[in-house]
C-alpha cells in the first residue's frame, strides 16, 4: 500500500469514525432511556454533548491546523476518541457517558476537518470533489454497518454501547495507518490564506455554508425520530423500526458510488440542484405514509437521491473562488457539524412541545430551504462569473 492510498484511507476512516458514532443514535435512545430509566426525550436531548463537540471540534480546527502538524493532531485526537469509547463500560453514570461522547464528539469535529484538508492537499482539483464525495460513502458504509450492529447486539442483549466499542477498534486502525504515513505539510494552508486574503468570499459560499447547516440539522433530525415514529405510532418492533436507519444509508451509499462517476460528467451544479430538490420531496412520505414496508422503500429512495449532497454543495462553494482557502473548507464543514450539534436538542423540544410525526413534517420543511439557498447560491455565482466576463471583456480591448 502507497503512502497517498494510506492516508487516503485513514481520510476515509475518520468519515467512518464520525458517523459510527451518530448513525446508532436513533436506534439506541430507547434502551439507554430503558437501561437509565430516564425518558426518551431527555436521553435524545443529552446527545447534544456528542452532537455539540463535533461542533467545538469544527470550531477548533479553524486554527488547530494553523499550528499543529497534520499528523501529529490527527494521531493524538483518534487516540483520545479511542480512550474515550472504551471508557464507556466502566461508567456508572449518566453524566460520565456525556463527557466521554462530548470529548468524542470534539475529536471527531477536528478530525474530520483535517481529513477534508489532507484529501484537498492530496488529490488535484479534477478529482477533489470525486474523492469528497467518496468520503461521503464511507460516512454511508458507516452508517449501514453500525446501525446494523446496533439492532444485532440489542437482540443479543448486548449493552448499548456494544457498537461504540466496535468504533473504538476501527479508531485503533486509524492511529496506526497514521503512524506509519507521512502527511501533507500543513504550512502550505497557511500559503493558501495568504494568496486569498484579498478575494472576499463571495455571498454564495456563505448560503452554502447556511444551507449545509440545515441541511445536517434536518437530516440528523429526521434519522434521530424515524425509528422511534415507526415504533410508537405504527406498532413496529423496535428492532425493526431500527432498520429505518440503515436502509436510508444503504440509499446513500448506492447514491454516492454512483455520483462519485455522474459528477464528473455532468458536473457539480446540476448535481447540487437535483439531490436538493429530490432530497425534500423524498421527505414527504415518511408523514404521509402510514404502513411499515412503504416507509422502509421511502428510506433507501430517500437516501439515494440524496445525490451526496453535503460534499457537493461543498465542492459547489469551493468553485466560487480562484484559490479556496483551507479556512473556507473547515467553515463550510462547521456548517454542517453546528447542524448535526443542535439537531438532538432543537428536535427533542419539537416533539415535547407537538410528537414525533410533527418533527418529521419539520424536515421536510428544512430540506425545502436547502434547496432555496443552493438554488439562490448558484443564481448569484453565475451573475458574478457573467460580471466578471464583461469587465474581462471591456479591458481586453484597451490593451
Not at 262 to 283: D, E, N, P, Q
Request: aromatic share 10%; net charge negative; glycine share 8%.
Amino acid at each position: 500500500m502507497s503512502n497517498l492510498q494510506r492516508i487516503t484511507l485513514a481520510c476515509f476512516l475518520a468519515y467512518f469514525i464520525m458517523s459510527g458514532v451518530l448513525s446508532p443514535i436513533g436506534i439506541i435512545t430507547g434502551p439507554m432511556a430503558d437501561h437509565f430509566d430516564q425518558p426518551i426525550t431527555d436521553i435524545a436531548s443529552n446527545f447534544s454533548w456528542l452532537t455539540g463537540g463535533i461542533f467545538f471540534g469544527s470550531l477548533a480546527a479553524l486554527i488547530i491546523y494553523e499550528w499543529v502538524k497534520l499528523k501529529s493532531a490527527l494521531m493524538a485526537l483518534y487516540g483520545m476518541i479511542l480512550l474515550c469509547l472504551i471508557s464507556l463500560p466502566f461508567q456508572s453514570e449518566l453524566s460520565g457517558i456525556w463527557l466521554a461522547l462530548g470529548l468524542v464528539g470534539a475529536c471527531c469535529g477536528a478530525g474530520l476537518a483535517g481529513a477534508a484538508i489532507v484529501i484537498s492537499k492530496a488529490y488535484v482539483y479534477e478529482r477533489r470533489a470525486s474523492m469528497l464525495i467518496i468520503t461521503d460513502g464511507c460516512f454511508s458504509v458507516a452508517g449501514i454497518v453500525t446501525s446494523w450492529l446496533a439492532v444485532q447486539f440489542l437482540a443479543q442483549n448486548i449493552e448499548w454501547y456494544g457498537t461504540y466499542l466496535f468504533v473504538a477498534g476501527v479508531a485503533c486502525i486509524t492511529i496506526a495507518l497514521c503512524a506509519i504515513s507521512s502527511f501533507p505539510d500543513g504550512s502550505s494552508a497557511a500559503e493558501d490564506a495568504e494568496i486569498s486574503t484579498n478575494e472576499p468570499w463571495p455571498i454564495g459560499a456563505w448560503l452554502c455554508i447556511a444551507a449545509l447547516f440545515v441541511y445536517t440539522l434536518s437530516q440528523f433530525s429526521l434519522l434521530l425520530w424515524l425509528p422511534n415514529f415507526a415504533e410508537t405510532n405504527l406498532d413496529v418492533p423496535r428492532g425493526e423500526a431500527g432498520l429505518l436507519v440503515g436502509r436510508f444509508w444503504t440509499g446513500m451509499l448506492v447514491s454516492q458510488i454512483f455520483v462519485a462517476w455522474w459528477v464528473l460528467k455532468i458536473g457539480v451544479r446540476r448535481t447540487v440542484m437535483i439531490g436538493a430538490i429530490a432530497s425534500a420531496l423524498s421527505t414527504i412520505p415518511f408523514w404521509s405514509m402510514s404502513q411499515m414496508e412503504e416507509l422502509v422503500i421511502f428510506a433507501f429512495v430517500c437516501g439515494a437521491v440524496n445525490l451526496g449532497l453535503l460534499k457537493v454543495t461543498l465542492s459547489l462553494a469551493t468553485q466560487m473562488m480562484k484559490v479556496p482557502p483551507a479556512r473556507l473548507v473547515s467553515a463550510l464543514l462547521l456548517g454542517a457539524t453546528t447542524g448535526t450539534s443542535v439537531a438532538p436538542w432543537i428536535s427533542s423540544r419539537i416533539v415535547e412541545a407537538t410528537s414525533n410525526y410533527t418533527v418529521l413534517i419539520v424536515c421536510t420543511f428544512g430540506y425545502s430551504i436547502v434547496a432555496v439557498l443552493v438554488i439562490l447560491a448558484m443564481a448569484l455565482s453565475k451573475e458574478a462569473e457573467a460580471e466578471a466576463e464583461i469587465e474581462v471583456a471591456a479591458v481586453e480591448p484597451a490593451a
